[in-house]
């Protein structure tokens, strides 16, 4: 596609509950990353997908979260048994590769509200 | 682990008046590239600036342009001319391999 095309743009859900938001990158990129983005603060890292393989999870804040990736595009982000704090919004962002030289392409987010 | 530090939470400026943005980072890589990045209320995250670390040369794009200093691991980004759609979150990063983000400057334009 044109750009990174994330679902849904917001969801809200109840406390306990799990979410999937989905990420589909640009075509022909192979890195994909997820970031989260808390009101009014810097993004924060959760995951790296080289291909479909993650070289760095190391961001991913509990064993809630994982994240999948599936044929090299489409990306799966899934929170389970949800908790306020993971109200937040989540970016999504796609490159070539994971080479530092290439920039980042971000998706509009998905906004995550637990009630 | 490299970390990105942006001191300024908030800044603002007269319309057709320069700015400056400070960002300092922590790394004991030597090759990596920095980047500003600019988030409007609509969330898109949108590329101002890109600096490669192995270049002297600062970056410029239009009225855009930075201050980059590589012994002092400083990278500033100047806007001259400041326009009513520069009001913003600015981001400072740094990447070697993953992106790490600054905490956000949020520039207000005064008309």
């Known amino acids: 596609g044109a750009g990174v095309s994330q679902s849904p743009s917001n969801k809200v859900t109840e406390k306990g509950k799990d979410v999937e938001l989905r990420c589909d990158p640009i075509s022909g990129h192979t890195a994909l990353y997820w970031y989260r983005q808390s009101l009014g603060q810097g993004l924060e890292f959760l995951i790296y997908?080289?291909?479909?393989?993650?070289?760095?999870k190391s961001g991913l804040p509990s064993d809630r979260f994982s994240a999948e990736r599936t044929g090299g595009s489409v990306s799966t982000l899934t929170i389970q048994r949800t908790q306020q704090e993971d109200s937040a919004v989540y970016l999504c962002a796609s490159s070539f590769s994971g080479s530092g030289a290439n920039v980042l392409t971000f998706g509009a987010g998905s906004r995550l509200t637990v009630l | 682990a490299q970390t990105v530090t942006q001191s300024q939470p908030e800044m603002s400026v007269q319309e057709a008046e320069t700015v400056t943005l400070s960002c300092t980072y922590d790394t004991s890589e030597s090759d990596y590239y920095l980047f500003w990045y600019k988030q409007p209320p609509s969330r898109q995250m949108i590329l101002v600036i890109r600096q490669e670390a192995y270049k002297q040369q600062n970056a410029t794009e239009n009225r855009f342009s930075v201050n980059f200093q590589k012994a002092a691991k400083s990278f500033s980004l100047k806007i001259s001319d400041s326009q009513l759609g520069d009001a913003a979150m600015y981001f400072c990063a740094y990447r070697s391999l993953k992106l790490v983000f600054g905490q956000g400057t949020r520039l207000t334009i005064n008309p």
């Open positions: 997908f080289q291909g479909n393989s993650a070289p760095d």
